[in-house]
Every structure is written in structure tokens, then in C-alpha cells.
């Protein structure tokens, strides 16, 4: 293979790797959201089940898109971006923050807007930031990658 | 080039001072209240603190140019990326509100303005703190400086609050020194007994008896003048220490005297400890000492902190409320727009930035720490004394607006640099 198709088939690889991985740190940042709201409210209840199917989703795609992404002349293009696991993880957390309160916006004040009568903001603030947390766990580790080129 | 560099970094401690001294102005209540009355007020307050930060970031490029000091290539990308996302966040908090029948309330532009300008400093002093102030560390002959003016700040006003005596409107012990309310006082205590620590470490010989004797000194005076919170921090940092001096280890500094008399202060300490918790005519007497600040200062702050948790919801748990966050309760509640200080650094960080802010917050503390780790943990009891008084400084960080590398208050200002600014330089050889 040339190198510049090489190039580009890495490019497409990351670029599909990096949306599936902002799609999976979203949908499990809005869920732990949604379940704050359910718990105070119970009036989220459609909203929290599908987000939590698409996170389950996105983790399946996630696990084997990694394990490609750690093989052959993909897995060894992957280790500039294993070295910055950390700002890597920071980062992922960080755009899915963005995205998600895109999506809460649309859901909560725009498409669906219902009145939360039980206030829920310290439930909701505390469950997202242990989500936060917890993504930024499971990306580091998933930034090491797998099999042999596992950093 | 390299002399020019090292008059400069020699600069930082004493520059640092300057900064402290001007954090601390605002604050001075007595004797006479005018100066305070003018720094406070609405059209003085913004310009002074733009002062402020403008000449420290001046001299923080400066540092930065001269010393062509790069942070390693994962930590700029984060702050950089904070930055970015700091600027995206402008245009996403609300400065607008409908409350009530539709009333409106709009945040006055002058504020937004100092606001962000406020969030984008707080994001370079902790990049300061991070990576230039260390390079004091190069060339320490001043780095006592700083240490020397906050102790002899802290004993001048414990003298002045006897001297001033009590304030008879409040139920329990209530000292304020030179300052408008004790929590100030407590802060300035806390900073002089760190201080006291750092420099009893560095003394040698009689000197360091007598600076740990002025600790425990203040250590009293802050349970004499009713400042519980600084009293159980002051006294929960110093049983650390204590603790690592008593326990087996190999830095040849500790003394033996030093190892028994820890033994005795930590007992001390408990006793206290047992005695004020434990119902009794004595425990009633000591609570009002040792207990009643703080029970009335976290009872008034929780209800602050719950007001505000309450006001937020939908997208602005991801990414906090910006400057309406500290106007939207009163808003909710009362239907008028009082600006109400959060009162707690953790949330106070979350409305800034929400989980992000929150995140990075933590993942600073971690940086710090782990460079701290790197240079200073084979000096044991140097070691023990920064973790202790920093953790301990950590629970003025809940109680209080301050926030560690994120604020230039006075106290934050002092622990960051005894945290990452302030070298040990001191072998068993040195002691010799």
C-alpha cells in the first residue's frame, strides 16, 4: 500500500475511532444526568433508556474498534496518540461535556420541556461528575490500547 | 544572560511578597475603616484588582520569556484547550434571566467583563504557580522573604486582636483583629503557622525551637481567639507532622527532644479533642472556643451552597452558570438580584466551568503534587510539613472561596507558593 493511501486509511480509521469514543463519553455523561432527573422527577424515563442503549452501543463499537486499532500499521500509527493518553482523556471528557449540554438543551428546553417540580441539581451535578471522572478512567486506559502494542 | 536570569528568578519570592501585600489591603478593616470602605466600593474594587492581576501577569511573562520555560507538551495542550474552552463558554452562560411574573433581569456588562477577565487569570496564575515559580527554586537566596513577612503579619495581628479585645454582638468568642470579620483573621493565622513550619525546618539549632514555639503559639492564640476552622485546620496539619516526626525514619534533622515532644503535642491534641466532644460543663465552655465558629459558619454556608445547587439545572449542571450563578438564587428565592458569594472554592470552580473546570481543578492538584513528589519527598519531614498544611488548607477550600493555584486571595496566594515555590534546600550536611 502507498504511504499517502496508508495515511488516509489511518486518518478515516482515528477519525471514525475518535467520534464513536466523543459519542460513547457523551451518551454516558448524559445518562448519569437523566438519571439524576429520573430519581428527583421520574419524568425522563424514555430519554435515560435510549441514551443508555446508545452508550451500550458505542461501548461495543468502542471495544472492537480498539482492538483494530491496536494491530498491524494502524496499531503502530496509534502509539503518538497512546503517549498523550492523559490530555487525550481530558480532552474526550471535555468535548463531551459540550456536546452533551448541546443535547440536554435540545432535549430539556426545546423539544421536550417538561416542569422538574423536585429540584435536582446537586444529585445531578455529583452523579455527572463521577461520570466524568469515571470516563476519564476508561479512556486513559483505553488510549493504552490492546495485544502488543498495549502501552 | 544566565546572571540576568537568576536576578530574576531570585526576584520571584520578593515579588510574591508585593502580591501578597496587595492581596491583603482589601481586607484591612481597623483601625479605621475609610481605606477599607474605598478599596471595597463598586467603582474603586474592579479597577484595584485589575491593577493587580495586570502587574503580575506582567511579570509572569517576563519570567516566562526570560526563562524560554516550556510546560511539557501534555499539560499546554490542556491548558490551552481549557482556554479555548473557557472562551466557547462566554458565549454559552446566560447573562440574561426571566424570573417571577416574567420579570427580566440583565447582568450589567462591566461585570461580565471582570468576570471573564477573572476566569482567563485564575487559569494563568495557575499556570504561573505551575510552571514559573519554580524557578524561584534556582535561586533561593530570598526565598525566606515571603515566609518572614506573613509570620510577622500574623503576630501583629494577634497582638492587635487582644488589644482591640472582643466583639460582644455575636454569642460566641469573636476576635477580628485588624480585619472585618474572623474568617479573614483565621486566614492570615493559618498562613503565618505554614510559614512558621517552612521556616522552622530551614533554621538551625535554638532558632528552630523558637519558631516552633511561635507555631504552637499561634496555634493557641487561634483557640484563645475563637477561630475554630483555623484551630482544628492548624491542629490536624500539625498531628501530621507531628506523627511523621515520631515515626522511624532516616532524616537525620529530627532531634530526639523534637520526636518526644510531638509524642506529647499529638496527645495534647486528642485530649483536646475528646474533651470538647464529649457533653460536660468543660466541653460547653470549650465549645464556645473551640467549636461554635464553626458549627455557625458551615450551618450559614450550607444553606448557600444548597440555595445554589437548587438553581441549577438542564445543561448548566454540564457547564455551570457563570456569573448569574451567583445572582440566580437570590433571584429564585427573593426576586431580587443580590450578588451572593458561593462561599465554597470546589463550587465556586464548578460555576465557573462546570464538570471541565471541576476536572481540571483536580487534575492540577494531581500535577502539583506529583512535581512536588518528584523534588521534595526524600526530604521527609519537608514533605510532611507542605502535605499537611496544604491538606489542612484544603478544608478552607470547602468552608471559604479560596482555591489552591486557582486564586491569588491571600492565603491561596501563600500556600501556592510553599507548595511549588519554596525549595527545602537543606540536607543533613547543611545542619552540620
Keep these: 500500500m502507498p504511504s499517502s493511501s496508508k495515511k488516509n486509511h489511518f486518518r478515516f480509521w482515528l477519525t471514525v475511532y475518535l467520534l464513536i469514543l466523543v459519542i460513547q463519553a457523551t451518551s454516558f455523561l448524559c445518562s448519569f444526568y437523566f438519571l439524576a432527573e429520573n430519581i428527583r422527577n421520574g419524568n ?12 451500550l452501543f458505542s461501548l461495543a463499537a468502542i471495544h472492537f474498534l480498539n482492538r483494530k486499532m491496536s494491530v498491524g500499521t494502524l496499531g503502530s500509527s496509534m502509539q503518538a496518540l497512546r503517549t498523550s493518553r492523559f490530555t487525550g482523556a481530558f480532552l474526550n471528557v471535555a468535548l463531551a461535556s ?16 417538561t416542569l422538574a417540580t423536585t429540584p435536582y441539581g446537586p444529585l445531578a451535578a455529583s452523579l455527572v461528575f463521577l461520570g466524568g471522572i469515571l470516563e476519564f478512567i476508561f479512556t486513559y486506559y483505553l488510549f493504552q490500547g490492546q495485544g502488543i502494542t498495549r502501552l | 544572560m544566565k546572571e540576568a536570569n537568576a536576578k530574576l528568578n531570585r526576584f520571584i519570592p520578593i515579588f510574591l511578597t508585593i502580591l501578597a501585600i496587595l492581596s491583603v ?19 474603586v474594587n474592579g479597577y484595584y484588582w485589575i491593577i493587580d492581576a495586570g502587574i503580575f501577569m506582567i511579570f509572569a511573562l517576563i519570567v516566562w520569556i526570560k526563562n524560554r520555560a516550556e510546560p511539557p507538551l501534555r499539560y499546554g495542550l490542556m491548558f490551552l484547550w481549557v482556554m479555548l474552552f473557557s472562551v466557547i463558554l462566554m458565549f454559552i452562560h446566560e447573562r ?10 440583565t447582568l ?34 530570598y526565598k525566606n522573604v515571603l515566609p518572614i513577612a506573613v509570620v510577622l503579619f500574623a503576630l501583629a495581628s494577634v497582638v492587635y486582636a487582644f488589644i482591640r479585645g472582643r466583639d460582644n454582638s455575636y454569642s460566641y468568642v469573636y476576635y477580628t483583629s485588624f480585619f472585618k470579620t474572623n474568617e479573614d483573621f483565621g486566614k492570615v493565622l493559618f498562613a503565618g503557622c505554614f510559614a512558621l513550619g517552612v521556616l522552622a525546618y530551614d533554621a538551625k539549632g535554638w532558632l528552630r525551637y523558637v519558631l516552633i514555639f511561635l507555631g504552637v503559639g499561634l496555634l493557641v492564640a487561634a483557640g484563645l481567639l475563637g477561630l475554630s476552622i483555623t484551630f482544628w485546620c492548624l491542629a490536624g496539619a500539625s498531628l501530621v507532622i507531628a506523627f511523621n516526626l515520631y515515626s522511624p525514619q532516616k532524616d537525620r ?10 509524642l506529647v503535642y499529638g496527645l495534647l491534641v486528642l485530649l483536646l479533642a475528646l474533651l470538647t466532644a464529649i457533653p460536660s460543663a468543660l466541653a460547653t465552655t470549650l465549645r464556645s472556643y473551640f467549636g461554635d465558629e464553626l458549627v455557625e ?3 450559614s454556608h450550607l444553606k448557600i451552597w444548597k440555595a445554589y445547587l437548587d438553581s441549577i439545572s438542564s445543561w448548566r449542571i454540564f457547564v455551570g ?7 440566580r438564587p437570590s433571584l429564585l428565592a427573593t426576586g431580587q438580584a443580590t450578588y451572593t458569594p458561593l462561599q465554597n472554592g470546589i463550587i465556586e470552580v464548578y460555576n465557573g466551568g462546570g464538570l471541565v473546570y471541576l476536572m481540571f481543578y483536580f487534575l492540577a492538584i494531581v500535577i502539583g503534587l506529583a512535581k512536588l513528589k518528584k523534588e521534595e519527598a526524600h526530604q521527609t519531614s519537608f514533605y510532611a510539613i507542605i502535605i499537611a498544611f496544604t491538606g489542612a488548607f484544603l478544608f478552607y477550600t470547602i468552608l471559604t472561596n479560596e482555591r489552591l493555584f486557582f486564586s491569588s486571595n491571600y492565603l491561596s496566594l501563600v500556600v501556592a507558593y510553599l507548595f511549588m515555590g519554596y525549595p527545602h534546600h537543606k540536607t543533613a550536611e547543611d545542619e552540620d
Design chain 1, 44 to 55: 425522563r424515563w424514555i430519554a435515560f433508556g435510549s441514551i443508555v442503549l446508545l452508550n
Design chain 1, 98 to 113: 459540550l456536546v452533551s449540554t448541546a443535547l440536554v438543551y435540545l432535549i430539556d428546553d426545546v423539544f421536550y420541556p
Design chain 2, 25 to 43: 489591603l482589601p481586607m484591612m478593616y481597623y483601625p479605621d475603616p475609610t481605606f477599607y470602605n474605598w478599596i471595597n466600593s463598586e467603582a
Design chain 2, 96 to 105: 440574561q434571566v426571566t424570573y417571577g411574573s416574567n420579570a427580566v433581569y
Design chain 2, 108 to 141: 450589567p456588562l462591566f461585570s461580565v467583563a471582570i468576570f471573564e477577565v477573572k476566569t482567563f487569570y485564575d487559569l494563568f496564575f495557575c499556570f504561573a504557580v505551575l510552571f514559573l515559580w519554580p524557578y524561584g527554586k534556582k535561586e533561593p537566596r
Design chain 2, 253 to 262: 534533622l529530627v532531634s530526639k527532644p523534637l520526636k518526644w515532644g510531638s
Design chain 2, 297 to 299: 459558619v458551615f450551618s
Design chain 2, 321 to 327: 452558570d457563570g456569573l448569574m450563578g451567583y445572582y
